[in-house]
């Protein structure tokens, strides 16, 4: 769970452990449990098609999808724990949420992230940089 300053915020649809509790207004089930993120406790992340974020001491700071089939929710985590690169470096824990349709639930959160906070979480908001950036380099 979190460390330091943390406060526990409960809700009647979830719990959620955050740095401060305006981070804290995004619902789901996705907010109901944060694991370390360590390689061991990627083992109880599901083989399984859905949704994620990651954490950095209590702030969310990304949402991730996994789509299906070879790309599982466990998998994806690992390729960020591998990757340890650009912003989701600082991340130390995790939760996931299963999804029949990933993008749309990812896309449902990161929409509720922003009516909330006026922005995304901070390393979604880096990787749309980096990306407009590529594709600009490459035109």
């Not at 949420?97 to 006026?118: K, V």
Request: charge should be positive.
């Amino acid at each position: 769970m979190a460390t330091g300053a943390s406060v526990v915020v409960r809700r009647q649809d979830c719990s959620v452990i955050c740095a401060r509790p305006d981070f804290c207004s995004v619902r789901g089930a996705i907010h109901k449990k944060l694991w370390s993120f360590s390689s061991a406790m990627l083992e109880f992340a599901p083989q399984g098609a859905g949704v994620y974020a990651l954490w950095s001491e209590g702030e969310l700071i990304y949402y991730g999808r996994a789509e299906g089939g070879s790309e599982t929710i466990r998998s994806r985590l690992r390729e960020h724990l591998r990757a340890g690169r650009n912003c989701v470096r600082n991340a130390t824990h995790y939760s996931w949420e299963l999804a029949r349709r990933p993008a749309a639930r990812e896309s449902d959160l990161l929409s509720e992230f922003w009516t909330a906070r006026g922005r995304f979480p901070r390393c979604n908001e880096a990787e749309t940089i980096e990306a407009a950036a590529r594709s600009a380099a490459a035109t």
